[in-house]
């Protein structure tokens, strides 16, 4: 079976707008969350998320261009353009022709064009359907974000999409993984993006009790595995991989982040919005057991990123899940959730949880759960609250769970010939 390798990384979030911007920051236990500034939040109960700050998007796509893409399109472009200049695969930002039809993309998104049908909508019934923009549905659809960026990098390889809610991201790298696998491209692009931070996105997660409204402090209103933890904090943002097959890597002489050794999926089949912990452990045990299958039999993980959102449910029920996965196995390794610095970031957060991770292992540190102040009986796991810690880790694993009892696992490994 094809070996798959990550050689290519880009992000930007609340906390930066590159890789090795954001990971340091996030390694310093910084936080991003803040009140909102890109709408009123005044008459909502939640006021608070990870905005990315000073972001222009017309100097990555131009203004034109920019005006036809959602947020969420040119967070994801952002992400894409560093993550293949970082591969050494891009010429003028385009590859070349001899190896654009091997060069797919999946891209990922939980619910795409918010900002731009949230604008539409209030057209249509204020100022009448003729007021709609023709660019409203092109820069709404998930789907255009692959397109936008397929373009621009001369990509003609599958283009895929993936609509799965929060697990959308990780749902991508397993995607990208099977295409290579199954001989349909020799590289592929991972993109996961999204930007909600608008009325309707916070009203509409608010008035789900989904959302912490901890407004008079947020920069400790994300506690994931906290025992005072209240809900989640939205953030926007976008992460990048680049995903090839060994072979192709080693042809072109490229640097190789980590190996891609598991991946797992789950459905719970029992409530839209409610979590399980059966449905998350099937999809941990799926990873877990592939990754042991292609590294010989032999696994040993030495950190999680915990999808960790930081609401009463979720971390409770990943926190049993995790424990009944390694018990027999091995102790249960080291656990943090990274929402409390970037908030969640829905559809994107399983990309830019897998780079984290990823960062991690290469540069030998865990990356803190903040806020994790009082124990919760509940999530008793080592979350290395606040302050990083130096590790040696050859193998670690992201997890993302999804509105509509969807899941997703990814493992990695540090890679060796």
Known sequence: MQRVVITGLGMINSLGHNVEESFKAIVDGQTGIDTITLFDPSAFSAQIAGEVKNFDPAAIMGKKEAKKADRFIQLGIHASQEAMEDAGLVTDNKVSEDIANEFGIVSASGIGGLPNIEKNSIVCSTRGPGKISPFFIPSSLVNMLGGFVTIQHNLKGPNLSVVTAC????????????????????????????????????GGFAAMKALSTRNDDPKTASRPFDKNRDGFVMGEGAGALVVESLESA?????????????FGESGDANHITTPTQDGPLRAMKAA?????????????VDYVNAHGTSTPVNDKNETAALKELFSGNQDCPPVTSTKGQVGHCLGAAGSIEAIIAIKAMQEGIIPPTINQVESDENCDLDYVPDTA????????????????GT???????????
């Open 167 to 202: 697990a959308a991201g990780t749902h991508a790298i397993g995607e990208a993984y099977k295409t290579i696998v199954l001989g349909g491209a020799s590289k592929m692009l991972v993109i996961g993006a999204e930007s909600a931070v608008t009325g309707a996105g916070i």
């Open 407 to 417: 899941n997703g696992v990814v493992i990695m490994k540090k890679f060796t010939n």
């Open 389 to 404: 810690r130096q590790a040696d880790l050859n193998v670690v694993m992201s997890n993302s769970f999804g509105f509509g």
């Open 288 to 300: 877990y057991n592939m990754a042991k299958k292609n590294n010989g039999g032999e696994l040993h």
């Open 250 to 262: 080693q042809a072109r002489g490229a640097k190789i982040y980590a190996e891609l050794i598991g």
